[in-house]
Antibody, heavy 123, light 106 residues
């Protein structure tokens, strides 16, 4: 069974940092691109960042570029999101999602998703 | 690319047909997906590339459209289908989602 389990969320002050992790199991992690998507409380979904299987290509939303860094460790079957210079508007549940290979060389279908980890940025 | 979903809320009874719309600000070809999200749960992929059902998704869910206009149809609502539905494009970076349509029980 494919499983994605996020961790590392919590309460952090504005300007602070946090590192999220996503532990994957049940599939060949090193063969799949991965993604982070977030959802502010009571709001819709917002794509945050994506990384290809070998970390060759990395993409960020404009809202986080320069502050967040996505990375992965294929040996540990883990995905990470380093979040620096956090702001109140970064408060959200952060989901890790595997990329579904609908077509070769084109990312961006999310399946499945983890249950998410809540990040709260507040003083 | 901005995705606009309508209506924001759809009030229907079990057994009725649901028609959800997603309009893109520019062509996304067929690179559009639909997700279902229930309260307190992660989203679930329903449809990818406009009309392909994901594994395990019941046949009552269907998607159509291309370019800028897309439709998600639920042919006969089951009690478990009352949820929020999001469309999402992967034609261009940044990847974007629509604002969602809530399907609620009338």
């Amino acid at each position: 069974e494919v499983q994605l389990v996020e961790s590392g969320g919590g309460l952090v002050k504005p300007g602070g940092s946090l590192r999220l992790s996503c532990a994957a199991s049940g599939f060949p992690f090193s063969s799949y691109s991965m993604n982070w998507v977030r959802q502010a409380p009571g709001k819709g979904l917002e794509w945050v960042s994506s990384i290809t299987s070998s970390s060759t290509y990395i993409y960020y939303a404009d809202s986080v570029r320069g502050r967040f860094t996505i990375s992965r460790d294929n040996a540990k079957k883990s995905l990470y999101l380093q979040m620096n210079s956090l702001r109140g508007e970064d408060t959200a549940v952060y989901f890790c999602a595997r990329d579904f290979p609908a077509t070769p060389s084109r990312m961006g279908v999310f399946d499945p998703w983890g249950q998410g980890t809540l990040v709260t940025v507040s003083s | 690319i901005v995705l606009t979903q309508s209506p924001a809320t759809l009030s229907l009874s079990p057994g009725e047909r649901a028609t959800l719309s997603c309009r893109a600000s520019q062509s996304v070809s067929s690179y559009l997906a639909w997700y279902q999200q229930k309260p307190g749960q992660a989203p679930r992929l329903l449809i990818y590339d406009a009309s392909n059902r994901a594994t395990g998704i019941p046949a009552r869910f269907s998607g159509s459209g291309s370019g800028t206009e897309f439709i998600l149809t639920i042919s006969s609502l089951e009690p478990e289908d009352f949820a929020v539905y999001y469309c999402q494009q992967r034609s261009n970076w940044p990847l974007t989602f629509g604002g969602g349509t809530k399907v609620e029980i009338k």
